[in-house]
């Protein structure tokens, strides 16, 4: 069910069986030679849609652009601030408090965005604990779960790309944007066939260090038929662990 | 060409050729008894992408939570406050200016982010005009078109929907999603058959006023063929303005 | 009854007798070669002043520097980013909405301003529409109308100026000013006549496009009986709509 | 000469012969039973007006609402809060500077606002000390005075009401008022006949510790004809000052 | 009694006996060639610990880093900017706000730091002041004195230091951390040995005015049994404040 | 060496042989019911101090409250919010940076603040990041490091306590700081003897699931003489790292 294609009434009736929303959170940043810039928020929202639709709970719009200040040396990436980000957030969750939404699931597609996150949290659950008087607000809780996480999509990353794998354009996230989009898929060589590891931290400094903009992978690998095992693995892993959460 | 789906070799050789970036920019709200939550967001976007796809210029991600908070009195609505926006805004702006983008036109959804994003773009020009050497800052341009202000669309309504077209959740706008999501029509029966027309301030004041979330309209004319004819008109306005600006 | 010139115990009666008070709100900004730099001040500052006297409402301090980033070519020009003044006016209401005000219009003198003016309501009622429990703040209502908004003076300027009235530096505005002001009646030849039109951004571009700062306009057509009468249609039209506001 | 009533080009002209500007700064805030709720901006702005005229300085637009929250506790007052005070000079300030202006004198009616405005010219300071390269900012210094600073003024008052001065709602600064607006003159018993003193943090506190407004002073002392003495020493005051400010 | 070296328990038994708390607060800035840059927030800190544990009340952290950006001029120096220092001031006294203390006494090391904490007291206070309905919050009251400020340490000062104690960098400070910290006494001939007087608005044009950092001192006076004697008698005046004060 | 102990001339010589700080950075938080509220701000200051004076490099002043609104339910406990840390942190590297510091090394001693500082320094980064020529800009570059991140002083907590360590007011950091400050230790019987895991959102949530403030841990368990030797792994460990990351 998609907040988006729901009408108001829809989402009335939704909320007299559940108090639980997943929102898809992700980046808009260069994914290397081959992937897609939007590849952070595709992954999520596909993921999200498909189990919201199979396990009939309540999908958010996607939060699309995220932190990526160190991406910004390759062209197409937009960044927020992390201030920024957290008063975002802290908008977004304050207003489905305001309907009665007391569990946010965020469903994250990029690593870059966990520190703000979770701060945006710390920042949101504030409000209550500096409050002299906090008895007039809602016990809104959130989550962060990265699509990746569960162990049977860890699982098959390592088995399926072992060493070359890699921490940014990983050939598991292209594999998945290529299923999605197979209009969209990029024939490239990468040389080297495995990118390099190393350390950044602003823009500069990141594009000196990975010339092409992966990290450690080889996303020539990416196969879409891998991405669609991969979507149903997250799929299965999204659906138990949020049904956790909203019974909590 | 999507932002979303290229790779950044594909944006840097957009860059060469175009320094312009469509950007379709929404909201996230109650669109009365039948209409989608995500209307605002989701008309642009479809509107920009057939654009972006037919005269190849690239679309970037949509901005897809507004201003909305006198809709936050029925369920689903999300808001950001003006100020929050406006960093927001700002950030993606600073973003794509880095890349060297010196027309960014928003393509706007939604009545209520007019103020915000002209306020934005003040503080967005205000860098330069408050610096006392601007001279290392790039001439960004910024420019917001609503989906609906091209003549042919705006004749369409007054002729087919006349007195029953309104101000909020459309017949217009309906139609569009109407034709985009076939599989979320919804048949509600509109009473009373016209909504009212008035004023309001925040979300109580709104649900007071507009019982129902409509303003002046009769969203049951929403049909979805009427939506495509709307789409193909406003996609050609589209076109022909951006190439404008793109070209000044 | 001005505020500035009222004592408090004069306050607390007016509040018995009426909810509602007239904020003029303007700009100081360069008004091209002969017109004055606080004229967007001045205009509605003098006319909600006369219209306060001969209708008995309280007339507030003016809000006199707002958004002119882009007239920061020109010297003398002052301006607030966006941000601020949102800040600003946000407090401003807030302290008048502490006293029981539930009706607070802004006479403005600055199309500048009017995106900025709007995005600070919005950010003012999501005070009420994100809070879970709004019923302990008052129903404040803001409104924003320009001076030269009511129907007799555009008939006025019309008729009066055709096409040399412009959108900045108007024959109308200047005249209004030298009637108040006739110590400041500055003589100077336009060269062009009429000025361009055109767009412009931040203020270098601006200064590029209006090399004297007008647009579209010829303000040496400005004549102080004309201000007088500009006055007094515009006091007409502020105190019709202010009593059909406040009473609402 | 006002910034208000020049225009562009008179201030150009000026800035060829003068980087220095008066700001006149006050508050909008009860003054007691008997005084003008505008009291401490009108005193300023009169006499930076005539000091202005006479020396042939420039005088920019009041800052008229400050630092006020303690008083909210009787109607008519307004606030900033400090931090959107510090945002607003900060801008006031940054406009001056793009136009050359490199001497800032604030010229203050409202011991409330000294802090804020002090640590506001840390923050504008700040800029240009964080930066790693300031080369390429302009000198700008900024400066504050009250209107009362000047010792003849201090004296007068000491001698001519005595332990009946206090510090708000004092009589000479009711008396400046009541000589620029004598129909605005309120005649009020006072009682006590000298009002309490006493410590104060918020307004219910505020309103507690001085029921009517007043700290210590007896303002049915204030006399037009004094009023009309205060202008002229504060205005030689200022112009002398200035003077030396404008050189070093 | 120290925070720090406090369990929640102890505290929580505290605060039946007392509803205050002394907040040391300093800066961490260049103080000339032989001063130690924590001299502002060692000094308070000292003085704080030794009365709370002579009088048993209770000393929080200390607020270590300031108002310095005129002094970023020498290595070593850090600031906060004034809005940042007022937003963490506003985030400390709301904690302590709601465990129920009452009164948050600063006890300060630097003047720079007292503008901007006296307009935080008032962006505190305006929480209540600007609040419709107030009735939830707590009565906090803030107050702040600066160690030097009690009438027989600043006897001392002038009868020991006369002319030679200056403004920055004073022969009475660096005595008080010279006897703290025995190990960290630098011995440097001062040039000239009276350091000059001055004004100065940012880090370049503090530098340019004092080049070696100190203002109007000779801290080679410094000796570590004058700290002895000026932290005992700085002791006695805090503790006989902070009574008062706590029990207002 | 301490940067609170030297004088500036010390740090500008200092400056010329390492670019590197270490800056420790903690909480003032609950910490059981015989754990310090200062303990996590003590232990990285102690441990960093140590390193310092061994391996004869710069320590700053700690950062001494982090983010701890989850630990408001207790007594004593203060906190930032998020964007408030976010903000000091960028005055804190800005000031750093302006004299030419380009390691800024964290040494954190609470989990809580990982993902705040994390989320600050890509604030910090953004500002080279987004601008479009960043070259006036130094390379800063920051790390951050939890005082029990190196594998000896993992290896001896998991071997000494096993499951009785918990992850909030452990026996290990307990131990430091009873080493440190043996006047301070206090003798509590746990009940329960280990306390129990679960999630928590704010104050109240935390308080409900952890009612004397322990998560998981035994801190009666602590021992002064294993606090030694913790700070002596510790030391080890920061000295090996920061030595790396100076050379980087
Ligand atoms: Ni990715
Ligand atoms: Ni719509
Ligand atoms: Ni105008
Ligand atoms: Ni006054
Ligand atoms: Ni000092
Ligand atoms: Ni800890």
Not at 18 to 36: A, D, F, M, R, Y
Not at 41 to 50: D, L
Not at 100 to 126: C, D, L, M, Q
Not at 217 to 230: I, Q, W
Request: some cysteine.
């Amino acid at each position: 069910m998609l907040l988006h294609h729901s009408s108001w009434p829809e989402v009335e009736a939704y909320l007299k069986r559940s108090k639980g929303i997943v929102i898809p959170i992700g980046s808009t940043e260069q994914h290397g030679p081959n992937g897609l810039i939007g590849t952070d928020a595709i992954c999520p929202e596909a993921i999200a849609t498909r189990a919201g639709a199979e396990a009939d709970f309540l999908v958010g719009p996607t939060f699309n652009v995220g932190i990526a200040q160190h991406h910004l040396g390759f062209p197409g990436t937009l960044t927020l601030r992390p201030s920024t980000m957290i008063a975002a957030l802290h908008d977004w969750v304050s207003s489905l408090a305001r309907h009665g939404f007391e569990r946010i699931y965020f469903f994250n597609g990029h690593g870059g965005n966990v520190s703000t996150i979770e701060a945006a949290f710390a920042e949101i659950y504030a409000d209550a604990s500096l409050a002299q008087d906090a008895s007039n607000r809602g016990p809104v809780r959130c989550r962060r779960v990265n699509w990746w996480d569960f162990k049977p999509v860890m699982d098959f990353c390592k088995e399926r790309y072992g060493s070359s794998h890699g921490a940014h354009a990983t050939p598991s996230e292209v594999a998945v944007t290529y299923f999605l989009q197979p209009q969209a898929i990029k024939h490239v060589e990468m040389s080297p066939k495995v990118a390099p590891w190393g350390r950044y931290t602003d823009a500069d400094s990141y594009r000196a260090a990975f010339p092409d903009g992966r990290i450690g992978s080889d996303p020539s690998l990416a196969d879409p038929k891998d991405g669609e095992k991969l979507i149903a693995l997250s799929v299965a892993g999204l659906i138990e662990d949020f049904r956790k959460f909203e019974a909590a």
